[in-house]
């Protein structure tokens, strides 16, 4: 059979189509052969020995350092001041002077508040004295005494009459006082012829009678008005309150150390003026928002790193295993070897302030308190906190992954001595970080099947994790390349075939 020209030239293209397509379904058939042709080694079975020792529960978190004792210092009244007397990394002791500022002003109210107290004190004395009033009674006058009478009784004195008219001798009469009647005279003399004298009251005028001078008494009324005794006793207390903030006032003048430390910073310098603050110093110590410690600010701050202790942040299920007194172990991020023993002081209720939000986890903050040396410690120090929240000593124990299930009843593969396996229900205790009290179901010795792998590697299907998927991506790859390239190869054998049919016509 004669070929023409055209048709010579597409038969010679699918020869080569034909042979590509060839090529690429070796490649393909020799990448997907590629690990699975092996058969992996059956692994060997692993097991644990149920033991005896110290099982611990522990959770961890991590904080910052802070001094309770840390302290700012300030004064309760203001002023330029005169005299700073410390320095940064001055040692400072309770009580100390630290600066001082101008008592002028503060004096001057001192003086004015004395003054005003004792203005008080003397009108309260007033107040309590209250008012006398004086006045003069006369008083009545007296009626004449019985001596009058007496005086009278002198007419009744008789004498003896003479028989023959011869006047007898007249009685004495009664001495009156102050009265009329007792100024009566005495009966006149017989004459020694036998006469009667004339009377001397013939001639003789009666005495004037003198009159008695009015008697008067004083007397003396006092009125205290009660309203002006309250008053005068308040006016009293609010001087003596003024005077006591006027002292105050002035003693703040003076700024003295709250507690033992070292000065960590100072404000101001001599001449400058300062401010007063409500509080004075504040010895509160560090301020703690979550994990974060805020140091306090002031004129001068003193710091002490006698008490340290050191807030930490833990998440929401750990937190709930925190207990107060449980013990902990701190260790500085800055220094690894440097661990120091704790308590736990607190646990906060709330949540740490922007934990929560969003995708954020829940995260509440415990305070604990450091034990032993921590003189050298610093506030703002960061640290890992590492608290057992439970321990079981002289426990039958075993790794955590030698049982299956959750909570305190699991099970077990025991493995024996001839190989066989009994499937055991096994009660826990304390779950530690890596290993399980055993309570009942196990014996001490026992072995307990572990995992199985299938490689020395200690991952299951003897590779890490990934590794196949990665193998299997690459496997893929080359299939899919393969296809690729038997596409390809299809495509152009489709074409050569049109072209030879194009040809023919």
């Keep these: 059979m004669k070929v023409f020209p055209r048709r010579r030239g597409a038969v010679l293209v699918n020869s080569a189509l034909g042979v590509a397509l060839l090529g690429a379904a070796a490649l393909a058939y020799t990448v997907l052969d590629d690990g699975s042709g092996t058969t992996a080694a059956k692994a060997p079975v692993r097991t ?233 110093s504040s010895t509160g110590g560090t301020k703690s928002t979550g994990s974060s410690a805020t140091a306090p600010s002031g004129f001068i701050v003193l710091t002490n790193p006698t008490g340290m202790q050191v807030t930490a942040n833990f998440s929401e299920l750990d937190s709930l295993k925190l207990k107060k007194g449980e013990a902990a172990t701190v260790t500085l991020n800055a220094q690894s070897d440097s661990r120091f023993n704790a308590s736990v002081l607190s646990v906060s209720p709330l949540p740490v302030s922007g934990s929560g939000g969003g995708a954020a986890a829940v995260q509440y903050s415990a305070t604990l308190q450091i034990s032993g040396d921590t003189s050298k410690l610093r506030t703002g120090l960061s640290a890992t906190v590492s608290v057992v929240t439970g321990e079981a000593d002289n426990a039958l124990s075993l790794p955590t992954s030698a049982l299956s299930g959750t909570g305190s009843s699991r099970t077990a593969t025991v493995v024996h001595q001839d190989g066989t396996t009994d499937r055991v229900t096994v009660e826990v205790g304390v779950e530690g970080d890596t290993t399980v009290q055993v309570l009942t179901g196990l014996n001490e010795g026992d072995k307990v099947e572990l995992a199985s792998t299938s490689g020395s590697n200690g991952f299951p299907n003897g590779s890490f994790p990934g590794a196949n998927g990665g193998q299997g991506g690459r496997n893929g790859g080359g299939a899919g390349a393969g296809a690729g390239v038997a596409g390809i190869g299809g495509g152009a054998a489709a074409g050569g075939a049109g072209a030879a049919r194009g040809g023919g016509r």
């Design 48 to 280: 644990a020995t149920v033991t005896k020792g110290t099982v611990l529960a522990t959770v961890s978190g991590t904080g910052t350092l802070a001094s309770p004792t840390d302290a700012a210092q300030d004064f309760t009244t203001g002023g330029r001041l005169t005299a700073v007397k410390v320095a940064v990394g001055d040692q400072v002791t309770k009580g100390q002077v630290l600066a001082t500022v101008d008592t002028t002003a503060a004096q001057q109210q001192v003086d004015a508040a004395q003054a005003a107290l004792n203005t008080a004190s003397v009108n309260l004395t007033k107040a309590r004295a209250g008012v006398t009033t004086t006045t003069v009674q006369q008083l009545p006058a007296k009626a004449n005494g019985s001596s009058g009478s007496s005086g009278s009784s002198g007419s009744s004195g008789g004498g003896t009459s003479g028989a023959n008219g011869t006047g007898g001798t007249g009685g004495t009469g009664g001495t009156g006082s102050r009265g009329a009647g007792g100024s009566s005279a005495s009966a006149p003399a017989a004459d020694p012829s036998g006469q009667t004298a004339p009377s001397a009251q013939a001639t003789v005028q009666a005495a004037p009678v003198a009159v008695p001078e009015p008697q008067t008494t004083t007397i003396s009324t006092t009125k205290v008005d009660e309203a002006a005794v309250a008053q005068a006793e308040q006016q009293l207390a609010t001087a003596q309150t003024n005077l006591s903030n006027a002292q105050t006032a002035l003693a703040g003048t003076t700024l003295t150390a709250s507690v033992d430390g070292t000065v960590a910073s100072v404000a101001a310098k001599a001449g400058d003026t300062v401010g007063a603050t409500g509080g004075g």
